[in-house]
């Protein structure tokens, strides 16, 4: 079974290619992760490696309450908390650098969200009081902009201090890096702006800085090609993503992540290139990473055609601290409860059974 086999990225080898997903859990109270956090990754550690959710890299980077961050020595001591834990039960653990650009609010963090430019997104955004429209961003400076690629570089250092094996840059899904790579977001006029090269920059230039940090070997970087994720498109997709693929390739990374679906959006504009993880392939020669709905039989399906070499999962990891073990077993998955998926309590996050605890 390909989903067991081990695989050397970098300095690790992974005991599967069964790898968990990031995913924002919104349990981190104060922006800092605590004892319950590091619990429900040692649960996990038995993943080929774990990506933790999206983690700021500064104040204004925060989206969401109760997410964590990396920008500050509390949190540092938070994540080295769960570090340790991970470790201590077998595993591996990159952390996920996060900043959400426009997708924020002011009742988080009292500043006015930024962007690439000032485009209000459509829908409405979690805040503590509730649901409420997500505001017009502010766009950056582009005197700014490295004051971003120095957020994310001491995020990097931080992130090393705290123990993590490797770290992800979070290019994806609708947030800083990716409204900079996006034409429906991106209409700025400067040297970030117009071109493909342009708009990929910003994304270059973080992930140059968090490699100088790290070294190339222990840094992924995360796109979703195609993606409409938080109100979000590219006028044309397949040049756009294999211009990224390509560019970040010369950099010797440790793996490139690919997402092909995102909160139920499929991808737009790469069907004649067969979708987000074929496109990627075709302008990436080092490992990648799959993500997007897979099932046991369609993740063995994807890493036998050699389209991918690893297979992220996210919500089954929810459910299913065992996930690699159920796998291996063919056994039946626990069903992970909607309504406990954000914020809360240790409730649907770390009291799911395993298959030792049932048996």
């Known amino acids: 079974m390909r989903l067991l086999e081990t695989y050397e990225l970098g300095p690790l080898t992974l005991p599967n ?17 605590g004892p319950l956090n590091a619990e429900y990754y040692a649960q996990r550690a038995s993943a080929g490696l774990i990506i933790s959710e999206g983690t700021q890299v500064s104040a204004l980077g925060q989206g969401y309450p109760y997410t964590p961050g990396i920008h500050a020595e509390q949190q540092q001591a938070g994540w080295r908390l769960v570090t340790n834990a991970v ?74 201090d705290a123990g993590f094996d490797g770290v992800e840059v979070h290019g994806a899904n609708g947030y800083l890096l990716d ?20 708009r990929a920059r910003l994304l270059l230039e973080v992930t140059e800085a968090v490699i100088e940090v790290w070294g190339a070997d222990q840094v992924g970087v995360r796109v979703s090609p195609g993606g409409t994720f938080n109100d979000i498109h590219d006028d044309d997709p397949a040049e756009t993503f294999h211009y990224v693929a ?31 993880t074929a496109l990627s392939r075709s302008a990436f020669s080092g490992t990648l990473i799959t993500n997007g709905e897979y099932t046991r039989e369609t993740a063995e399906k994807v890493l036998a055609e050699g389209t991918a070499d690893l297979v992220a999962f996210g919500r089954p990891f ?31 996050y770390i009291d799911y059974p395993t298959l030792s605890g049932v048996s």
């Open 17 to 33: 290619r069964v790898l968990m997903a990031p995913m924002t859990r919104s349990r981190a109270a104060d922006t800092v992760p």
């Open 87 to 160: 470790h201590e039960a077998g595993g591996r653990i990159f952390a996920q650098l996060w900043h959400v650009g426009r997708m924020g609010h002011t009742s988080v963090h009292g500043q006015t969200p930024v962007a690439p430019s000032a485009i209000q997104p459509a829908g409405t955004i979690f805040t503590p009081s509730g649901l409420q429209p997500v505001p017009t961003p502010r766009a950056l400076a582009a005197g700014e902009l490295p004051g971003i690629v120095e957020e994310f570089r001491q995020a990097a250092r931080r992130a090393r």
């Open 179 to 198: 409204q900079f790579l996006q034409t429906g977001t991106n209409h700025r006029t400067d040297s970030y702006g117009g071109s493909v090269a342009n």
């Open 246 to 276: 390509k560019a970040l390739d010369e950099f010797g990374l440790a793996y490139l992540h690919v997402v092909e679906t995102s909160q139920a959006s499929p991808p737009q504009g790469l069907d004649h290139v067969g979708g987000p």
């Open 318 to 348: 929810i459910a299913n601290p065992d996930l690699p073990e159920r796998f291996e077993r063919n056994a039946p998955l626990n069903e992970g409860d909607h309504d406990t998926y954000y914020g809360g309590d240790e409730r649907g």
